[in-house]
């Protein structure tokens, strides 16, 4: 197995912090999958983020939020990111969601 180099390390280490700071925010989450979900969406970019931001607010209020829901939104998000910087940031979210999402699938298979 090949070490990853410097960059990569920092980039994993930034998705650490933003796990760390999902974990604070929302503590351990245990949403259903969601896959092989419809979401409705269509539009511009900013217009599909909104969306699916309302999707997920939606979820949220009547406790039916999954992971699917959270990593689409999240995607959407930075599809309508105005800026790379954004776009970064974004990026790092949805590396986090996604290894979120993993940890749960392992909570369940691991036991």
């Known amino acids: 197995m090949?070490?990853?180099?410097d960059k990569t390390q920092q980039v994993l280490l930034e998705v650490r912090y933003e796990r760390d700071r999902q974990t604070e925010k929302y503590g351990e989450e245990s949403h259903?999958?969601?896959v092989g979900n419809h979401l409705n969406i269509s539009g511009t970019a900013t217009e599909?983020?909104?969306q699916a931001q309302e999707a997920c607010d939606g979820c949220a209020n009547d406790n039916s939020m999954t992971f699917w829901h959270i990593l689409f939104e999240e995607v959407l998000e930075a599809n309508a990111a105005p800026d790379k910087t954004n776009l970064r940031e974004e990026l790092i979210?949805?590396?986090?969601?996604a290894v979120a999402w993993v940890e749960k699938l392992d909570?369940?298979?691991?036991g």
């Open 2 to 5: 090949q070490f990853p180099d």
């Open 32 to 34: 259903a999958d969601g």
């Open 48 to 50: 599909c983020m909104r």
């Open 93 to 97: 979210q949805i590396a986090a969601a």
């Open 107 to 110: 909570r369940e298979t691991r």
